[in-house]
């Protein structure tokens, strides 16, 4: 609880030193607090470039970052999370201390001279980096550890938001992957630190100053989901083009890795000529398009050119998150949706401002697929809980398309295209590699469903085995039922005792033959008793028995 603690001040003092240098690089190079607020501007600084300016400060920015993270941190590079993942998946939490620092600077400059990217990657990569090296000082232990680089995410996210919970649920849903009483209970206090200092920095008020908003028809709730299952689509595709953009730039360039944010520039920045809505992370242009303030074609423009500025962004080597890309697409797609069933149905339609709103988090849920942290996070960022129902509708929607058309995160993709799969075994690892089949037990012999439970307990203790698999009548797979739930339903009065052990069978998690003992382990962990099944892979019939003592000989096979 005190690392917790110390692990969220030093997220919320590092997302205050964050905010600071991006506003302080924005206008040393923009010569505005937010360009994006005056696109088309001229810089006070330099008035005789007029709007060209943004030609040079992207190459700026790429000078200035993209040597300090070829030399000191080339995990600094890109969008942060995928790597805190992998820290928390494969390598015990352990992050560099260096990445805060270097993070911090490098995500600044690149946001201040242009790029079109967020700061929640940033600021969870930099949140983390202290919690792991709080860790590595108190030589915590490594499920420890995990747990303060989580409190690290939650920390960075609140106070640069002001959204506790979702700080918390991010951390969770995200980057631990589980949930459970004390992680939930060490985010909160993380979280609530660093909200605290961030609330004293930047005050307390909502992210986002969005108008009120209502469900007025029934109606609306269709439209709301039609949206949701067209944001699912649109978030994939933008992870799918992301990482397009990002194999061009690859592809074509050839010159040394400290150079290339610099070159790219050149590329970002006649981007940021045409549209310079995309420059920087965009706030104040995602909320015009909440209150009405484009037409559909420029809408649908600034959605494309989103995808494509965040992309190049990325592609050429520069620093920052894209969770508020999402967003801003979101919006654009909402808006664009909204005044298009505005027009088709003017009379119960509904503001155009809920479509943006509604449309930014569904964005973001079929692009990260974490519905919990969408719904949490723009309920906190905009402060309205009236449009908190189709919210929930349209994420939930978007969510369950996007793992229909797609295998990956926008987060995992970038480890997958690495070769690594985070429910996989770490590259070298002893167990993992092998198939189940190569491991497995031969079969118990299975209790026919009709087995008293007096009988069964009785098979039960001469088996050896904590579990047995379990048929009926016809030979058929049932399930499996275990020793503790037997005693459990002897224990219980006679009149509410099932009388057969077919009525206590449950099936596990189905593990095949042909499945790596890496996956199967996440079934055999969660298995009640000590086993469980192997089934053909064809015909879903018992053939071997998995338990914990054949996994672990898969170390030292039998000669």
């Known amino acids: 609880m005190a690392l917790a603690v110390v692990v969220g001040a030093g997220a919320g003092a590092g997302s205050v030193v964050f905010r600071w240098c991006i506003k302080t690089f924005t206008h040393l190079l923009s010569g505005h607090a937010d360009y994006a607020a005056s696109p088309g501007a001229d810089n006070p600084?330099?008035?005789?470039?007029?709007?060209?300016?943004?030609?040079?400060?992207?190459?700026?920015?790429?000078?200035?970052?993209?040597?300090?993270?070829?030399?000191?941190?080339?995990?600094?590079?890109?969008?942060?999370?995928?790597?805190?993942?992998?820290?928390?998946?494969?390598?015990?939490?352990?992050?560099?201390?260096?990445?805060?620092?270097?993070?911090?600077?490098?995500?600044?400059?690149?946001?201040?001279?242009?790029?079109?990217?967020?700061?929640?990657?940033?600021?969870?990569?930099?949140?983390?980096?202290?919690?792991?090296?709080?860790?590595?000082?108190?030589?915590?232990?490594?499920?420890?550890?995990?747990?303060?680089?989580a409190c690290g995410a939650a920390g960075g996210i609140a106070a640069t938001f002001n959204a506790p919970l979702a700080g918390v649920f991010f951390a969770m849903e995200l980057i631990l992957a589980t949930?459970?009483?004390?992680?939930?209970?060490?985010?909160?206090?993380?979280?609530?630190?660093?909200?605290?200092?961030?609330?004293a920095a930047f005050g307390d008020h909502a992210f986002l100053n969005l108008p009120d908003f209502h469900v007025g028809h029934l109606a609306q709730y269709g439209l709301f989901a039609v949206l949701g299952i067209v944001a699912a689509a649109v978030g994939v595709g933008f992870s799918r083009?992301?990482?397009?953009?990002?194999?061009?730039?690859?592809?074509?360039?050839?010159?040394?890795?400290?150079?290339?944010?610099?070159?790219?520039?050149?590329?970002?920045?006649?981007?940021?000529?045409?549209?310079?809505?995309?420059?920087?992370?965009?706030?104040?242009?995602?909320?015009?398009?909440?209150?009405?303030?484009?037409?559909?074609?420029?809408?649908?423009?600034l959605l494309v050119g989103k995808m494509l500025a965040t992309s190049l962004t990325i592609g050429i080597g520069g620093s920052g998150g894209v969770f508020a890309p999402s967003l801003f697409i979101g919006a654009m797609l909402g808006s664009a949706y909204g005044i298009g069933v505005h027009h088709l149905l003017p009379h119960s339609?509904?503001?155009?401002?809920?479509?943006?709103?509604?449309?930014?988090?569904?964005?973001?849920?079929?692009?990260?697929?974490?519905?919990?942290?969408?719904?949490?996070?723009?309920?906190?960022?905009?402060?309205?809980?009236?449009?908190?129902?189709p919210l929930m509708l349209a994420i939930v929607l978007a969510t369950a398309v996007s793992r229909l058309i797609s295998r990956d995160t926008i987060y995992t993709l970038k480890l997958r295209r690495r070769g690594i799969d985070l429910d996989g075994p770490v590259p070298g690892a002893v167990i993992g590699t092998q198939h189940v089949g190569a491991v497995m037990e031969p079969l118990p012999s299975p209790l026919p469903a009709s087995t008293t439970l007096a009988d069964s307990a009785d098979l039960l203790s001469l088996s050896g085995?904590?579990?047995?698999?379990?048929?009926?009548?016809?030979?058929?797979?049932?399930?499996v039922v275990t020793a503790q739930a037997v005693a459990e339903a002897l224990a219980e009065q006679p009149g509410s005792t099932p009388a057969l052990v077919g009525q206590l069978a449950e099936p596990p998690a189905p593990v095949t033959a042909d499945e790596p003992l890496a996956q199967a382990l996440h079934a055999l962990l969660s298995a009640a008793g000590t086993g469980v099944p192997v089934l053909d892979a064809d015909q879903g019939k018992p053939v071997g028995w998995l338990s914990h003592q054949s996994a672990l000989r898969a170390v030292h096979p039998a000669p």
């Open 45 to 149: 600084h330099i008035p005789w470039l007029g709007p060209y300016f943004v030609l040079l400060t992207p190459v700026i920015g790429g000078l200035l970052y993209g040597p300090l993270v070829n030399r000191f941190a080339k995990e600094a590079r890109g969008h942060g999370v995928p790597e805190v993942m992998l820290a928390v998946a494969q390598r015990g939490g352990r992050i560099s201390p260096k990445v805060a620092v270097v993070k911090t600077l490098a995500s600044a400059l690149c946001i201040g001279s242009g790029g079109s990217v967020g700061r929640e990657g940033p600021i969870v990569q930099i949140g983390s980096a202290l919690g792991s090296t709080l860790g590595r000082l108190t030589k915590a232990a490594e499920g420890r550890m995990k747990l303060l680089v």
């Open 465 to 479: 085995h904590g579990a047995l698999p379990v048929i009926d009548d016809t030979g058929s797979y049932v399930g």
């Open 349 to 389: 339609a509904g503001a155009v401002g809920a479509y943006a709103l509604v449309g930014m988090g569904a964005v973001f849920a079929g692009a990260a697929r974490a519905p919990i942290t969408a719904v949490v996070i723009l309920f906190e960022l905009t402060g309205e809980y009236s449009i908190i129902l």
């Open 179 to 199: 949930f459970s009483a004390e992680a939930f209970g060490a985010a909160v206090l993380a979280s609530v630190t660093a909200s605290v200092i961030g609330r």
């Open 241 to 301: 083009f992301l990482y397009l953009v990002e194999d061009a730039c690859d592809w074509v360039w050839r010159g040394p890795e400290w150079l290339r944010p610099a070159v790219g520039g050149l590329a970002l920045g006649l981007v940021l000529l045409a549209l310079p809505q995309m420059y920087g992370v965009g706030y104040p242009v995602l909320e015009k398009a909440t209150e009405g303030g484009y037409a559909v074609g420029f809408l649908l423009l």
